[in-house]
């Protein structure tokens, strides 16, 4: 499928959300989550996947608000992401639906799950859910991404990149540009130095360090769908210990660990990872 094939967009009282739709309209939905970093977007996340769960689902790919494709919305990324998923899901009037998310995108389906249960028929995470238990924190890919953040070149996206993967030859000079192309987008920029510059990263520690509220994962026995957690075993941007905590407190989470593959499961352990979630959505 192409990208302009499948674009659509969608008006909000928040501005403009974009979207890909595939698949047969009388099929049952899935909502795609993409994750954060650098030059993403929900298309790139999700292009070599789409064809695949179009073939049982009618598929929607959400891009964010504030990564460079959709319009901006005020707040911290991961909250503004969250409403902008309901907001979505009720303007084109899905009451439920399973939705797979990658890396922030599995952290803002799991809040959803556990704030509101009715609209997570579904969960299937990809890296990044939950806390680092035996693993350095912020783990190496955190790092690499937190000094691009601070100032962003085109030789530091490419390390953040490397760390990404399993298998280097991934990282392609086509792969390189068109990431960096986005990367350089304002909103984009914005939004890495809100989640992941040093002086928010610093705020964000001394917050948690004196608020009450429990840390999001800490709440994770009251999601109550069917939940699979994937995760590749290299994953040098959230190692694999992080699923533990997942997999023990949600009551039904199951885990599926890929072998050979880093942070991008879908696109490195493309074939495995499709048909361990085909699987897990026909039961």
Not at 95 to 101: L, N, Q
Not at 136 to 163: C, H, I, M, T, Y
């Amino acid at each position: 499928m192409t990208y302009e094939g499948t674009k659509r967009e969608l008006t909000t009282d928040k501005g403009v959300l974009r979207y890909h739709e595939a698949g047969d309209p009388d099929a049952p939905p899935l909502l795609l989550l993409h994750g954060s970093g650098p030059g993403v977007t929900g298309w790139r996340n999700y292009r070599g996947n789409l064809d695949f769960f179009a073939q049982t689902h009618r598929c929607y790919i959400l891009e964010f608000p504030g990564f460079g494709v959709s319009d901006s919305w005020e707040g911290m990324p991961v909250l503004t992401a969250g409403s902008s998923v309901t907001r979505f899901m009720d303007a084109l009037g899905i009451e439920s639906a399973p939705m797979i998310g990658n890396s922030m995108g599995g952290v803002v389906a799991v809040n959803l799950a556990m704030k509101k249960p009715e609209r997570v028929a579904k969960l299937v995470t990809i890296g990044g859910v939950g806390p680092n238990l035996f693993s350095p924190s912020p783990s190496e890919g955190l790092r690499l991404l937190q000094e691009f953040a601070d100032a962003p070149d085109r030789d530091k996206l490419v390390r953040w990149l490397n760390a990404m993967v399993y298998n280097r030859a991934l990282v392609t000079d086509e792969l390189i540009e068109e990431r960096w192309e986005v990367a350089q987008n304002p909103d984009a920029l914005t939004t890495a130095r809100t989640m992941y510059g040093s002086a928010s990263f610093e705020m964000q520690q001394q917050f948690l360090a004196s608020s009450e509220m429990p840390p999001y994962w800490s709440m994770m026995h009251k999601i109550s769908c069917p939940t699979l957690l994937t995760w590749g075993r290299d994953d040098r941007v959230s190692p694999p210990d992080m699923a533990l905590a997942p997999l023990r407190l949600i009551p039904d989470a199951e885990l599926h660990i890929f072998p050979r593959c880093g942070h991008w499961v879908m696109i490195e352990a493309k074939q495995a990872f499709e048909s361990t979630v085909a699987a897990f959505l026909a039961r």
